[in-house]
């Protein structure tokens, strides 16, 4: 089961996550991902959560999360730590990444206790600063500009903040 590493969280997953850094296996991990903060399998997902509501996300009483994104699967979110998909057939590995490190990762953070952002985040002077925006609003776009300019890139399209500690901080996306 191949290894990523996405905001520090070391992820096992059946599918391909192009986006994040893929991580060589730790000494004594098995093939299933044991030192895994996150496991994204394949599998069957209920149609409805008990005690949910909606039809694109249902958030069970027990936190639960399905996700159903038409012509590329849904999602079952458990606990911060458990995906399991069932992909649409025919989908793309790459479509299928897309949204495994956007909407469900964002979801997964927030079961986590951490605090996901639309947003992209550039680092500039020791100092993080995040653009959130509607899909196509220029946040990538601006971040692309920055970086021009010598500045680094923590995060495009999901900015992770952790409010744990004293003051909040940013969870670059990949490290560097």
Same mark, same amino acid.
């Given at each position: 089961?191949?290894?990523? $590493?996405? $905001?520090g969280?070391?992820i096992?997953?059946?599918f391909p996550? +192009? *986006?994040?850094s893929?991580?060589?296996?730790e000494a &004594?991990?098995? !093939? @299933? +991902?044991?030192h =895994?903060?996150?496991r994204?399998v @394949?599998g069957?997902?209920?149609? /409805?959560?008990e005690g %949910? /509501?909606?039809t ?6 027990? *936190?639960?999360v399905?996700v159903?994104i038409?012509?590329? &699967?849904a999602?079952?979110?458990? #606990? *911060?730590r458990?995906?399991?998909? !069932?992909a649409a057939?025919?989908?793309s ?8 490190? +956007?909407?469900v990762f964002g979801f997964?953070c927030h079961?986590? #206790?951490?605090?996901p952002?639309h %947003? ?5 002077g *020791?100092? @993080?600063?995040?653009? =959130? &925006?509607?899909? #196509? %609003?220029?946040?990538s776009t601006?971040? @692309? !500009?920055?970086?021009?300019? +010598?500045?680094t890139?923590?995060?495009?399209d999901?900015s992770?903040?952790?409010?744990s &500690? !004293? ?6 996306a990949?490290?560097?």
């Open positions: 089961m191949p290894k990523y $590493c996405l $905001c969280l070391r096992a997953s059946d996550l +192009g *986006g994040a893929l991580v060589e296996d &004594g991990a098995d !093939a @299933a +991902g044991s =895994a903060d996150i994204i @394949a069957s997902v209920p149609d /409805r959560l %949910a /509501r909606g694109r996300f249902q958030v069970a009483p027990d *936190g639960a399905r159903n038409r012509d590329v &699967g999602f079952l979110v458990e #606990g *911060g458990h995906v399991t998909v !069932a057939p025919g989908v590995e790459p479509k299928l990444a897309l949204f495994l490190l +956007g909407t997964l079961q986590r #206790g951490l605090f952002l %947003a992209s985040t550039i680092e500039i *020791g100092r @993080a600063f995040s653009f =959130a &925006g509607d899909s #196509g %609003a220029g946040k601006t971040a @692309a !500009a920055l970086i021009e300019l +010598g500045h890139l923590l995060s495009d999901i992770v903040i952790d409010l &500690g !004293a003051q909040p901080m940013i969870l670059p990949n490290p560097t």
